[in-house]
């Protein structure tokens, strides 16, 4: 049971590049997010999505997008690479909404370098 | 106004102290309260849920104090491996399970 997994773990971009991030879990979760997480900014969420087919936008979605074409899988897209979106990723799932259903599980997380 | 509000520290406490972080929220529709560890350069874990009548796990104590939307972590005994970030999360019923995070508060226990 690896929990929640992401390729890769690091990545340099120059500006205006493409690329996609991978998130994958293995506890049947309903639901998985993607966050930033930058100094002095805590965790913003960028994309969720409640199940497979579906997604949402966040806090901070300008510049990516993402998809869930299968239920343990949720993808973020950077169409054009932009400095500011220099960043350490993070994706997570949860089971449910309510109590401990709500309890966010973590990937390791991709630490993203647009120079 | 942020969702989330925490002191960001730094707070160092040598082994054995007891130390207390504080943490206020600011939509009274919030439902569901959690405190995470975040250890350097690692992702986010659980640490305790937190409950409308306090809760305690070992060392750890939580509170919450919906009337003011206010929200604590105390730690007894601190060991060194206590070290972390301490994010304070909320989460309203209403939002599909989105979590709202606090910045973190950063402790270094020293022996």
């Known amino acids: 049971n690896a929990g929640v997994t992401q390729t890769p773990k690091f990545r340099v971009l120059k500006t205006g590049q493409s690329m996609t991030l991978l998130c994958a879990q293995d506890?049947?979760?309903?639901?998985m997010y993607w966050y930033r997480q930058d100094p002095g900014m805590g965790l913003r969420l960028i994309h969720y999505?409640?199940?497979?087919?579906?997604?949402a936008k966040g806090e901070v979605p300008d510049g990516y997008n993402v998809s869930r074409l299968k239920k343990q899988n949720f993808l973020l897209g950077l169409e054009s690479a932009a400095p500011s979106q220099t960043s350490v990723y993070f994706c997570?799932?949860?089971?449910?909404?309510?109590?401990?259903?709500?309890?966010?599980?973590f990937g390791p997380g991709t630490r993203l370098t647009v120079l | 106004r942020k969702e989330v509000e925490q002191d960001p520290g730094p707070f160092n406490v040598p082994e054995g102290a007891t130390v207390a972080f504080n943490c206020t929220y600011s939509n009274s529709a919030s439902q569901s309260f959690f405190w995470y560890r975040q250890d350097c350069r690692k992702e986010p874990k659980l640490l305790m849920s937190v409950y409308s009548s306090g809760n305690e796990d070992g060392r750890f104590t939580a509170q919450l104090n919906r009337a003011s939307q206010y929200i604590s972590l105390l730690i007894r005994d601190s060991k060194l491996s206590d070290s972390a970030t301490y994010l304070c999360v909320v989460s309203r019923g209403s939002t599909l399970g989105r979590l709202y995070f606090g910045r973190g508060t950063q402790l270094t226990v020293w022996p």
């Open positions: 999505s409640v199940g497979e087919g579906t997604t």
């Open positions: 506890m049947n979760h309903e639901y």
């Open positions: 997570a799932s949860s089971y449910g909404t309510a109590g401990s259903y709500n309890e966010q599980f």
